[in-house]
Structure formats: structure tokens, C-alpha cells
């Protein structure tokens, strides 16, 4: 299995590129939190696609001297943009961090050669996230 270091050639934009590179891949960090706003539409044969509206989440600052913001998301589903972007041909693989899963968050393990935003699925009582936390973990497609 490939590790963080053999996939730098692939990823961009990294913030801090020691804590971000590891053993099991290269964490991602969450740079917008969007919430749906009006709802998008997909039908068959592909005439009707119409985007869903999103608008940034609003962000909390805890105190006034942080550099970075807190989103204080309520429990539902939002759509979380990254920091980073990909540049390969060969798809790889993103998954959720363990930090996020254990707190009840989460989002769907994908195969992708760029980074859109992905759904991000927060438990009912909700979930607090600071700007540039990191949230997933890109890994090399094995086979």
C-alpha cells in the first residue's frame, strides 16, 4: 500500500504538509461548510439537471483572537468543500477521518480524480468543526 508520501505528487494545496502526510495517505482539511438551501433536481435523460442552491454556513469565533472560525452545524446534511484539490488520471480513494466518525459525522467513501464537495452527514445533536480541521484521508486505489 502506497503511502502519504507517494501521493504528494497528487495532491495540492496543502496546508502543512508534516501533519498532513502520514503512513495511511494525506488527510484533507474542510476550507467551507455549505448549507442546501433550495433543493436541486435530477431527472433521467439529463435535460432537467438544475444545481441545488447552497449558502456558506456562518462561522463562530470562539475568541477573539483565533485566526479560525468554528462552524456549529445542526444535525443534518451539509456540503463540505476542501482546501485542497487533486491532480491525477487514476482514481483514488477518500474516506472519512476517524476523528469525524467517532463523533458522529461522516461522509460517503468515494473513488474520484478530483475534488468536488461531498456530503457531510451530522448526527442530531449536532457537530462543531474548525476551520481547516482535518476530515478525511486520501489513499491510493489498491489493484
Do not use: C
Request: no cysteine; proline share 6%; aromatic share 6%.
Amino acid at each position: 500500500m502506497p503511502s502519504g508520501r507517494d501521493l504528494l505528487d497528487r495532491v495540492d494545496g496543502l496546508l502543512h504538509e508534516d501533519t498532513q502526510v502520514h503512513d495511511g495517505g494525506v488527510d484533507l482539511s474542510v476550507g467551507e461548510m455549505y448549507a442546501v438551501t433550495e433543493p436541486g433536481r435530477v431527472d433521467f435523460g439529463g435535460g432537467e439537471l438544475d444545481p441545488a442552491e447552497l449558502t456558506p454556513h456562518e462561522r463562530v469565533w470562539r475568541n477573539e483572537d483565533d485566526d479560525y472560525g468554528w462552524w456549529h452545524l445542526d444535525g443534518g446534511t451539509y456540503l463540505l468543500e476542501y482546501n485542497e484539490s487533486l491532480d491525477t488520471d487514476d482514481p483514488l480513494v477518500v474516506q472519512p477521518r476517524d476523528a469525524l466518525r467517532e463523533r458522529g459525522a461522516t461522509h460517503p467513501t468515494v473513488y474520484v480524480t478530483d475534488l468536488g464537495r461531498i456530503p457531510l452527514t451530522v448526527p442530531d445533536a449536532g457537530f462543531r468543526i474548525k476551520e481547516n480541521a482535518r476530515v478525511s484521508t486520501v489513499v491510493a486505489t489498491s489493484g
